[in-house]
């Protein structure tokens, strides 16, 4: 998703899908443990999301 995207969405749907990618990495990573999975760089991504989500929440709880 790109930036305008993100900040559209609302508080909630944000913390929902923070969970929903953290929980998608926790599996890719033990996915990854037992045997490499086609794109390792799947991870790194979904970190970048992550962090991209995290991000926007915490501007969001600081301009409050």
Known sequence: MKKID????TEQELQHKI????????????????SPIENPMRIASLRKTI????????KRQHAA
């Open 6 to 9: 993100i900040s559209k969405l």
């Open 51 to 58: 962090a991209r989500y995290c991000t926007e929440l915490t």
């Open 19 to 34: 969970t929903e990618f953290k929980d998608q990495m926790q599996s890719l990573r033990l996915t990854h443990k037992m």
